[in-house]
């Protein structure tokens, strides 16, 4: 039986939760955690919040997924099943401390796969997986896997930045990641692969095209542009709610508090309303409000001159923010752009249509 933790959401509260983010439109939600599987009324979030029309995602790390559970997700409509993985076979088993935990999650995958239920991988590229990232890049090959998510490491908690990748393995990393793209696009393969919390990635990927004379690289920079990389995420366009109802700018910055959803609906606390926080939400959200050039006039080290800041928006602002003392204009330091590059950039924002 699943433990019970004091402070939790109730049923009735977690029910109450759904109907706001409902009736306030959220274009997404995600259930993660943890394990959000073992909660004793899962199921019930899950056909609850598909039942309001919410476009629902799952984290998992795909253990529980039996082809009964496989099914069901799929029969509630679930958007997308994220299957975590943190290397393959004994690496995983090695990093999750716990034999056969690989294996499961591979039975996770494939029940997933038998019932049509859309599922993927996420994975977080550290110092301990990097290394193996072709082997795990071919696992997605055998598997036939169709969506795949690498997360740069954003360090919170003890220990994390022993993981932290150097620029010259973050480069490769990504290296390796365009090269296998390139082959399943001349194969004919049609997978996605995203990578998050780095929005240098982008810089990067424009640089590599112009190199290349690549035929969609005006396309690539116009929808670089209109995203606006870290200048429009945490704070913005995402949040977190905990398991204790406590609002978080993401699921990274867990010291901010911008209220709790037992005292005040969440999509109140969104617009501000809430008196003990508004002023922080609106100085998080300030550096999307800004003009680029306001933005980055506000800026401090490498990302006050580099000339792809309409790009990136200065890279992931949690990790910038845990890296400089809370200081939200500090460069992200997970930046792996060398100085040549940064001032090779583009000196005029392309606007988007």
């Known amino acids: ?23 306030y439109q959220v274009p997404s939600l995600l259930l993660s955690g943890g394990e959000p599987m073992i909660h004793p009324r899962f199921f019930d979030l899950v056909d609850l919040a598909t039942a309001k029309g919410l476009k629902l995602t799952i984290s998992t790390n795909g253990t529980l997924i039996t082809p009964e559970k496989a099914a069901l997700l799929k029969a509630a409509n679930v958007a997308y099943v994220g299957i975590s993985l943190d290397g393959i076979g004994k690496i995983h088993d090695e990093f999750r401390r716990k034999e056969g935990a690989f294996d499961a999650a591979v039975r996770g995958f494939k029940n997933c796969h038998d019932v049509g239920q859309k599922t993927g991988l996420r994975l977080t590229l550290t110092r301990h997986n990097v290394e193996n990232i072709d082997r795990i890049l071919d696992f997605i090959e055998e598997k036939e896997i169709q969506r795949v998510c690498f997360y740069h490491l954003v360090p919170a908690g003890r220990g994390s930045e022993l993981q932290v990748l150097r620029p010259g393995e973050a480069r490769g990393a990504i290296d390796t990641l365009i090269s296998r793209v390139e082959q399943w696009h001349v194969q004919g393969i049609d997978r996605e692969l995203l990578t998050v919390t780095q929005p240098a990635d982008g810089a990067y990927l424009l640089l590599r095209m112009e190199r290349e004379n690549h035929p969609n690289l005006e396309e690539a920079r116009r929808l670089l542009s209109w995203n606006g990389g870290g200048a429009n995420s945490s704070g913005r366009g995402i949040a977190n709610i905990d398991t204790q109802g406590n609002v978080h700018p993401d699921q990274f910055w867990q010291d901010i508090i911008l209220g709790n959803v037992k005292r005040l609906p969440f999509s109140q606390i969104w617009d501000g309303q809430h008196p003990a926080s508004a002023e922080t939400l609106a100085q998080i959200r300030s550096i999307g409000l800004l003009t680029q050039e306001e933005r980055q006039a506000r800026m401090s080290g490498p990302c006050a001159d580099c000339k792809w800041f309409n790009i990136c928006g200065g890279g992931f602002r949690t990790r910038a923010a845990f890296c400089n003392h809370g200081d939200l204009w500090g460069s992200d330091p997970g930046c792996y752009l060398n100085d040549s590059e940064r001032m090779a950039g583009s000196l005029e924002p392309v606007l988007a249509s």
């Open 1 to 23: 039986m699943a433990m019970q933790y004091p402070g939790e959401l109730t049923w009735e509260q977690m029910q109450a939760v759904v109907e706001d983010l409902a009736d």
